[in-house]
């Protein structure tokens, strides 16, 4: 069985050493409140063994697109000073699957829509003459309408 560090507390240096993320970094990721370190007597941040693993979320969360906002609002139910336990996890985790499979919805009605009319306004295709007429889809609001969920009248769907 692996022996606990004799230090269980890190420094910026270490922290960024194991991340492999720049010592800024963790200072901005600190700033948007994904990071709680203490500070020992001389005031030097000091970050628990756990941080690696909220660093860690973070990043994937970052590749998946989410914004640091959104990241740090799922880890704010993480305790700040001891390391989170599988429960701890298991709660925030169903809110961020929930985010996950709203963005995997997304991106299938992106694939699925991509090339047809996505209620932009272009009038550019021979199908959005047909789906979005004189641009029907900016009653509804700006952007991609029906990417954004709305749907066409004429389309049925």
Known sequence: MPQPPKNPNLTIGDL???TGLAVSAIRHYEQKGILAPLRNAG?????ARADIRRLSFAMIAQ???FSLAEIAGH???????????REDWARISAGFQ????ARIASLTQLS????GCIGCG???LDKCALWNTEDAAA?????????????SETSGS
């Not at 929930?98 to 499979?101: D, E, L």
């Open 98 to 101: 929930a985010s996950i499979q």
């Open 75 to 85: 880890v704010a139910g993480l305790p700040a000073h001891r390391a989170p336990s």
């Open 43 to 47: 005031g030097h941040r000091r970050y």
């Open 139 to 151: 009653r509804k609001g700006p952007g991609p309408r029906y990417l954004m969920g709305d749907h």
């Open 63 to 65: 590749r998946l697109g």
């Open 16 to 18: 960024a050493a194991r």
């Open 112 to 115: 699925d829509q991509l090339d």
């Open 122 to 124: 272009c009038l550019s």
